[in-house]
């Protein structure tokens, strides 16, 4: 049985599957999971009862090789149709693009001695076609996606795990650290991460890694050198409707230059997320601050991010929401100090598929209605109005490219009208139709800029 969606809930599906308790897998119910999901929570052990292997691809996806020794295989082919007019607002000399990617991955998940040793590998192949605007994050044609050992601890009170080699980190709500679905790369780094997870729900994650660089050829991505990031992620249930993580993250960059300023950088973020659920009504803000130097000007920066919302009692789980987002801009170019927000590894499709908005400089205000008239269908759509939060400084895109001559313009942005369809046609097959609008305004008309639209259409098969 297929249980009807709902966007808020994904979060509470990624924690249910990743947290070490003794309980039911979702996964019993439909599996694979989803996409967006990483691989590597999937758990199959459920399936050493025949009774439970009900899927043709049982047995496929689960091997027992002995008493204390299994295997799971898995894959995935997707492929994404994007169409868009004035792709970045006309400013980089395009009035359209139309193109086709490509992402096939494989993945197998080795578990020894009662899984106190596992190691996890995926690669995959990554292609675009026809695409006029190259980006990094859209080939990488032959590539090892992730590689990890990790070594496991049980004890009375939960587990303890050591996590070596490239693998996906996300954390809370993906404000600030994400998988990145969506792009035909998902974000990969190469480090170690440490977890700790108690049955009572508490939490705690340190880490030391670097970004992918991805190369042009095959079998050519390896670690950023120029990129240090670490941090610790911690969660604390407060009550039976409050939660709350708290953060703390370090980005060293080598020679980087932004507000004016130009050097090696050191940037630390600390914050926290609460979040939770009451009866119809969710929640989950987070805020954030940030210091550190650029070359020799230092950095103040601060940001704000939450999404609320209420589900309605009604069949098709109508939610209606309301999402407030900030990041402070730089005031003054080159004055010696950097007050512009750095999202760091952000989920930016929360502003629509098309790449346009991130976490930085901006104000992003407005309404979100969801709903599923079937189980397996959910309609989401929204109208976001977005301002600069400093005049003076200039536009961000995701990956902290500045948007040419934006910077002294106008402060409304635009409002961004977006619409997205997900379709589970199957356990195996998910539809995803992305839409999205942008009515631009003065910060982007007085450089020159026009309206610019989207639309993405998904196919994805997991096995």
């Known amino acids: 049985m297929t249980r009807p969606l709902n966007r808020a809930l994904v979060p509470v599906v990624l924690l249910s599957l990743c947290q070490y308790v003794q309980a039911a897998s979702p996964l019993e119910d439909s599996r694979p999971g989803r996409p967006g999901a990483p691989r590597w929570v999937e758990e199959y052990r459920f399936l050493d009862d025949p009774a439970k292997a009900s899927d043709p691809f049982d047995g496929l996806r689960y091997h027992r090789l002995s008493e204390s020794a299994w295997l799971q295989l898995g894959a995935e082919a997707r492929y994404r149709a994007d169409a868009l007019n004035q792709p970045f607002f006309g400013l980089r000399g395009l009035k359209d ?86 792009p035909n790369l998902r974000l990969s780094f190469d480090g170690v991460r440490a977890s700790l997870n108690l049955k009572d729900g508490r939490k705690l994650d340190a880490f030391a890694v670097r970004p992918l660089k991805t190369g042009e050829d095959s079998w050519d991505d390896g670690s950023n050198n120029a990129v240090k990031f670490y941090g610790l992620y911690g969660t604390l249930p407060l009550t039976a409707v409050w939660n709350m993580d708290l953060f703390a993250f370090g980005l060293e960059t080598d020679d980087r230059s932004l507000a004016g300023e130009t050097g090696d950088e050191q940037r630390y973020t600390y914050g926290t997320r609460l979040f939770g659920r009451y009866q119809a009504l969710d929640w989950s803000w987070n805020l954030a601050g940030q210091g550190g130097h650029l070359g020799g000007a230092s950095i103040r920066a601060w940001a704000v991010s939450s999404d609320s919302g209420y589900t309605f009692d009604h069949p098709w789980q109508p939610r209606l929401g309301m999402r407030v987002d900030a990041a402070s801009g730089d005031s003054d170019l ?21 790449s346009l908005t991130t976490l930085s400089n901006v104000i992003v205000v407005g309404p979100t209605f969801g709903f599923s008239p079937w189980r397996t269908v959910r309609f989401e759509q929204g109208v976001l109005e977005v301002w600069k939060q400093r005049e003076e400084d200039g536009v961000y895109m995701p990956g902290m490219s500045l948007l040419a001559n934006t910077r002294g313009t106008g402060r409304h942005v635009g409002t961004i009208y977006r619409a997205n369809t997900r379709w589970l046609a199957t356990p195996n097959l998910t539809l995803d139709l992305d839409m999205k609008y942008y009515d631009v305004g003065a910060a982007i008309k007085e450089a020159g800029g026009e309206d610019s639209s989207f639309v993405s259409l998904r196919a994805t098969f997991r096995l």
């Open 97 to 182: 693009d139309s193109y086709l990617l490509q992402r096939l991955q494989a993945h197998a998940d080795l578990h020894l001695f009662d899984d106190a040793l596992r190691t996890f590998v995926q690669v995959e192949n990554t292609r675009a076609f026809g695409k006029d605007l190259y980006s990094p994050n859209d080939e990488g044609r032959n590539e090892i996606r992730q590689a990890f050992i990790d070594f496991n601890h049980d004890f009375a009170a939960g587990r303890y795990t050591t996590r070596v080699g490239r693998q996906e980190m996300a954390f809370g709500d993906q404000v600030f650290v994400t998988y990145r679905d969506v």
């Open 334 to 354: 080159g004055d010696g100090k950097v007050g512009t927000f750095d999202p760091l590894f952000p989920r930016n499709g929360v502003y629509g598929e098309a």
